[in-house]
């Protein structure tokens, strides 16, 4: 399984963006696909997963950050609306199957990931 995330750029506050995350490999709509993201000098944190038909967020980005899919694109998506400067981050998509409810925040439960994309909110 291979991972491509794309989408990200300068931007000002306030503005959105679309992050991808297209995924090779098959079985794509069994996957657990999830965002998380890095700031200088901060450890990776969770953003987003989509499961099947459920999404689960972290609560700092909840009611301004969406994550879809499409599976006939094999690919995720994450809307950021409303952006701020505390969003500014490398951006990566991970993968991985029939995670615990309670995991599905935790960087290492991930088997596979994207290179990233590096989002950056200008105040």
């Known amino acids: 399984v291979q991972l491509q995330a794309s989408g990200g750029g300068l931007v000002q506050a306030g503005d959105s963006l679309r992050l991808s995350c297209s995924v090779s490999g098959r079985s794509f709509s069994n996957y657990d696909i999830a965002w998380f993201r890095q700031a200088p000098g901060k450890e990776r944190s969770f953003v987003a997963t989509i499961r099947s038909g459920s999404t689960y967020y972290a609560d700092s980005v909840k009611g301004r950050l969406t994550i879809s899919r499409d599976n006939a694109k094999n690919t995720v998506y994450l809307q950021m609306n409303s952006l701020e400067p505390e969003d500014t981050a490398v951006y990566y998509c991970?993968?991985?199957?029939?995670?615990?409810?309670?995991?599905?925040?935790?960087?290492?439960?991930?088997?596979?990931w994207g290179q990233g994309t590096q989002v950056t909110v200008s105040s």
């Open positions: 991970a993968a991985s199957f029939n995670l615990i409810l309670s995991t599905l925040h935790i960087p290492r439960s991930y088997y596979h």
